[in-house]
T-cell receptor
Framework: ETGVTQTPRHLVMGMTNKKSLKCEQH?????MYWYKQSAKKPLELMFV???????ENNSVPSRFSPECPNSSHLFLHLHTLQPEDSALYLC?????????????FGPGTRLTVL | QQPVQSPQAVILREGEDAVINCSSS?????VHWYRQKHGEAPVFLMI?????EQKGHEKISASFNEKKQQSSLYLTASQLSYSGTYFC?????????????FGTGTLLAVQP
Protein backbone atom coordinates (compact mmCIF):
# COMPACT_ATOMS: atom_id res chain seq x y z
CA GLU A 1 0.00 0.00 0.00
CA THR A 2 1.07 3.54 -0.56
CA GLY A 3 0.36 6.87 1.06
CA VAL A 4 -1.57 7.21 4.28
CA THR A 5 -4.12 4.58 5.28
CA GLN A 6 -6.68 4.67 8.07
CA THR A 7 -8.80 1.96 9.65
CA PRO A 8 -11.62 1.54 10.21
CA ARG A 9 -13.24 3.78 7.62
CA HIS A 10 -16.50 3.88 9.56
CA LEU A 11 -17.12 3.38 13.26
CA VAL A 12 -20.28 3.52 15.34
CA MET A 13 -19.86 3.36 19.09
CA GLY A 14 -21.81 3.93 22.25
CA MET A 15 -20.74 6.44 24.84
CA THR A 16 -19.42 3.73 27.15
CA ASN A 17 -17.38 1.89 24.53
CA LYS A 18 -13.63 1.90 24.05
CA LYS A 19 -12.28 1.84 20.54
CA SER A 20 -9.12 2.77 18.64
CA LEU A 21 -8.45 4.41 15.31
CA LYS A 22 -5.36 3.40 13.39
CA CYS A 23 -3.27 5.35 10.91
CA GLU A 24 -0.31 4.07 8.92
CA GLN A 25 1.93 6.03 6.57
CA HIS A 26 4.16 4.42 3.92
CA UNK A 27 5.95 7.61 2.90
CA UNK A 28 8.94 7.59 5.22
CA UNK A 29 7.71 10.75 6.98
CA UNK A 30 8.76 11.71 10.48
CA UNK A 31 5.71 13.66 11.67
CA MET A 32 2.08 12.58 11.99
CA TYR A 33 -1.09 14.42 12.90
CA TRP A 34 -4.65 13.82 14.02
CA TYR A 35 -7.34 16.24 12.84
CA LYS A 36 -11.04 16.40 13.57
CA GLN A 37 -13.41 17.55 10.82
CA SER A 38 -16.97 18.35 11.84
CA ALA A 39 -19.73 19.49 9.53
CA LYS A 40 -19.37 23.13 8.56
CA LYS A 41 -16.28 23.61 10.71
CA PRO A 42 -12.64 23.96 9.75
CA LEU A 43 -10.16 21.18 10.20
CA GLU A 44 -9.18 21.16 13.87
CA LEU A 45 -5.70 20.02 14.79
CA MET A 46 -5.77 17.60 17.70
CA PHE A 47 -2.29 16.14 18.10
CA VAL A 48 1.12 16.28 16.43
CA UNK A 49 3.85 13.68 16.79
CA UNK A 50 7.40 14.16 15.60
CA UNK A 51 9.82 11.24 15.75
CA UNK A 52 7.31 9.42 17.95
CA UNK A 53 7.21 12.24 20.51
CA UNK A 54 4.08 14.29 21.06
CA UNK A 55 4.90 17.90 20.27
CA GLU A 56 1.42 19.37 20.16
CA ASN A 57 -1.68 18.73 22.18
CA ASN A 58 -4.33 21.16 21.12
CA SER A 59 -6.44 21.25 24.30
CA VAL A 60 -8.10 17.98 23.42
CA PRO A 61 -10.29 16.29 26.07
CA SER A 62 -8.66 13.36 27.84
CA ARG A 63 -11.23 10.96 26.41
CA PHE A 64 -9.02 11.08 23.30
CA SER A 65 -5.65 9.44 23.87
CA PRO A 66 -3.05 9.30 21.10
CA GLU A 67 -0.24 6.80 20.74
CA CYS A 68 2.68 6.75 18.31
CA PRO A 69 4.70 3.53 18.71
CA ASN A 70 6.91 4.28 15.70
CA SER A 71 7.20 6.82 12.90
CA SER A 72 4.88 4.85 10.62
CA HIS A 73 1.95 4.22 12.96
CA LEU A 74 -0.39 6.47 14.87
CA PHE A 75 -3.35 5.49 17.02
CA LEU A 76 -6.19 7.42 18.58
CA HIS A 77 -7.73 5.63 21.55
CA LEU A 78 -11.30 6.59 22.33
CA HIS A 79 -13.27 6.10 25.54
CA THR A 80 -16.47 7.50 27.02
CA LEU A 81 -17.06 9.73 24.05
CA GLN A 82 -19.92 12.20 23.68
CA PRO A 83 -22.32 12.55 20.73
CA GLU A 84 -20.64 15.85 19.80
CA ASP A 85 -17.46 13.86 19.14
CA SER A 86 -19.11 12.44 16.04
CA ALA A 87 -17.00 13.64 13.11
CA LEU A 88 -14.51 12.64 10.44
CA TYR A 89 -11.10 11.97 11.98
CA LEU A 90 -8.25 12.53 9.60
CA CYS A 91 -4.66 11.45 9.93
CA UNK A 92 -1.86 13.22 8.06
CA UNK A 93 1.90 12.95 7.76
CA UNK A 94 4.75 15.13 6.59
CA UNK A 95 8.53 15.13 6.38
CA UNK A 96 11.20 17.48 7.64
CA UNK A 97 9.54 18.50 10.90
CA UNK A 98 9.51 21.29 11.97
CA UNK A 99 8.97 22.76 8.59
CA UNK A 100 6.14 23.69 6.39
CA UNK A 101 6.08 20.87 3.89
CA UNK A 102 2.89 19.55 2.40
CA UNK A 103 0.80 17.25 4.50
CA UNK A 104 -0.50 13.98 3.10
CA PHE A 105 -3.90 13.01 4.43
CA GLY A 106 -5.51 9.63 4.89
CA PRO A 107 -9.11 8.96 3.84
CA GLY A 108 -10.39 9.42 7.38
CA THR A 109 -12.54 7.48 9.82
CA ARG A 110 -16.19 8.52 9.98
CA LEU A 111 -17.07 8.23 13.69
CA THR A 112 -20.63 8.22 15.01
CA VAL A 113 -21.19 8.28 18.76
CA LEU A 114 -24.66 7.18 19.86
CA GLN B 1 -7.27 32.60 15.13
CA GLN B 2 -8.41 30.76 12.04
CA PRO B 3 -8.08 32.38 8.62
CA VAL B 4 -11.22 33.64 6.92
CA GLN B 5 -12.05 32.35 3.48
CA SER B 6 -14.29 34.02 0.96
CA PRO B 7 -16.58 33.30 -0.69
CA GLN B 8 -18.10 30.48 1.35
CA ALA B 9 -19.48 28.88 -1.79
CA VAL B 10 -19.37 29.48 -5.52
CA ILE B 11 -21.11 27.87 -8.48
CA LEU B 12 -19.47 28.01 -11.88
CA ARG B 13 -20.11 26.81 -15.38
CA GLU B 14 -17.32 24.88 -17.06
CA GLY B 15 -14.78 27.27 -18.51
CA GLU B 16 -15.47 30.10 -16.07
CA ASP B 17 -12.88 31.53 -13.68
CA ALA B 18 -12.98 31.81 -9.91
CA VAL B 19 -10.96 33.41 -7.14
CA ILE B 20 -10.89 32.17 -3.55
CA ASN B 21 -9.44 34.40 -0.87
CA CYS B 22 -7.83 33.60 2.46
CA SER B 23 -7.16 36.30 5.06
CA SER B 24 -5.42 36.07 8.39
CA SER B 25 -5.22 38.42 11.35
CA UNK B 26 -1.70 37.21 12.10
CA UNK B 27 1.63 37.67 10.33
CA UNK B 28 2.17 34.66 8.13
CA UNK B 29 5.14 32.57 7.16
CA UNK B 30 3.37 30.39 4.64
CA VAL B 31 0.01 29.51 3.15
CA HIS B 32 -1.04 26.05 2.02
CA TRP B 33 -3.93 25.24 -0.28
CA TYR B 34 -5.80 21.94 -0.27
CA ARG B 35 -8.82 20.60 -2.12
CA GLN B 36 -11.19 18.03 -0.66
CA LYS B 37 -13.76 16.20 -2.73
CA HIS B 38 -16.83 14.82 -1.03
CA GLY B 39 -16.01 11.70 0.94
CA GLU B 40 -12.30 11.90 0.18
CA ALA B 41 -9.16 13.09 1.92
CA PRO B 42 -7.87 16.64 1.41
CA VAL B 43 -5.29 16.78 -1.36
CA PHE B 44 -2.40 19.21 -1.39
CA LEU B 45 -2.37 21.84 -4.14
CA MET B 46 0.48 24.19 -3.34
CA ILE B 47 2.49 26.04 -0.69
CA UNK B 48 3.38 29.72 -0.85
CA UNK B 49 6.12 31.11 1.33
CA UNK B 50 6.68 34.65 2.53
CA UNK B 51 8.05 36.99 -0.11
CA UNK B 52 4.90 37.56 -2.10
CA GLU B 53 5.55 34.75 -4.49
CA GLN B 54 3.06 33.41 -6.92
CA LYS B 55 2.82 29.79 -7.90
CA GLY B 56 0.85 27.99 -10.48
CA HIS B 57 0.14 24.63 -11.94
CA GLU B 58 -1.64 24.54 -15.26
CA LYS B 59 -4.84 26.45 -14.67
CA ILE B 60 -4.65 26.76 -10.89
CA SER B 61 -2.40 29.42 -9.43
CA ALA B 62 -2.09 31.34 -6.20
CA SER B 63 -0.55 34.46 -4.78
CA PHE B 64 0.58 35.42 -1.28
CA ASN B 65 0.69 39.00 -0.09
CA GLU B 66 2.67 38.88 3.12
CA LYS B 67 1.99 42.50 4.06
CA LYS B 68 -1.75 42.12 3.70
CA GLN B 69 -1.65 38.66 5.32
CA GLN B 70 -3.69 37.36 2.43
CA SER B 71 -3.54 34.66 -0.19
CA SER B 72 -5.70 34.12 -3.23
CA LEU B 73 -6.28 30.98 -5.28
CA TYR B 74 -7.08 31.48 -8.96
CA LEU B 75 -8.90 28.81 -10.96
CA THR B 76 -8.89 29.52 -14.67
CA ALA B 77 -11.17 27.91 -17.24
CA SER B 78 -12.65 25.65 -14.58
CA GLN B 79 -13.25 21.98 -15.23
CA LEU B 80 -15.75 19.61 -13.66
CA SER B 81 -12.87 17.99 -11.77
CA TYR B 82 -12.26 21.26 -9.90
CA SER B 83 -15.41 20.76 -7.84
CA GLY B 84 -14.80 20.30 -4.14
CA THR B 85 -14.07 22.24 -0.99
CA TYR B 86 -10.94 24.36 -0.97
CA PHE B 87 -9.11 25.00 2.29
CA CYS B 88 -6.28 27.36 3.04
CA UNK B 89 -3.97 26.53 5.90
CA UNK B 90 -1.77 29.20 7.41
CA UNK B 91 1.44 28.97 9.39
CA UNK B 92 2.55 31.98 11.38
CA UNK B 93 5.98 33.36 12.16
CA UNK B 94 8.12 32.02 14.95
CA UNK B 95 6.16 28.85 15.26
CA UNK B 96 8.25 26.09 16.72
CA UNK B 97 5.82 23.52 15.49
CA UNK B 98 4.70 22.60 12.04
CA UNK B 99 1.18 23.70 12.81
CA UNK B 100 -1.33 24.77 10.21
CA UNK B 101 -4.51 26.60 11.06
CA PHE B 102 -7.14 25.84 8.45
CA GLY B 103 -9.88 28.14 7.20
CA THR B 104 -13.54 27.19 7.06
CA GLY B 105 -13.35 26.22 3.41
CA THR B 106 -14.90 27.37 0.14
CA LEU B 107 -17.28 25.01 -1.62
CA LEU B 108 -16.80 25.14 -5.38
CA ALA B 109 -19.29 23.49 -7.71
CA VAL B 110 -18.56 23.39 -11.43
CA GLN B 111 -21.53 22.57 -13.62
CA PRO B 112 -21.54 21.45 -17.25
Amino acid sequence: ETGVTQTPRHLVMGMTNKKSLKCEQHLGHNAMYWYKQSAKKPLELMFVYSLEERVENNSVPSRFSPECPNSSHLFLHLHTLQPEDSALYLCASTSGYPSYNEQFFGPGTRLTVL
Amino acid sequence: QQPVQSPQAVILREGEDAVINCSSSKALYSVHWYRQKHGEAPVFLMILLKGGEQKGHEKISASFNEKKQQSSLYLTASQLSYSGTYFCGTADYGGATNKLIFGTGTLLAVQP
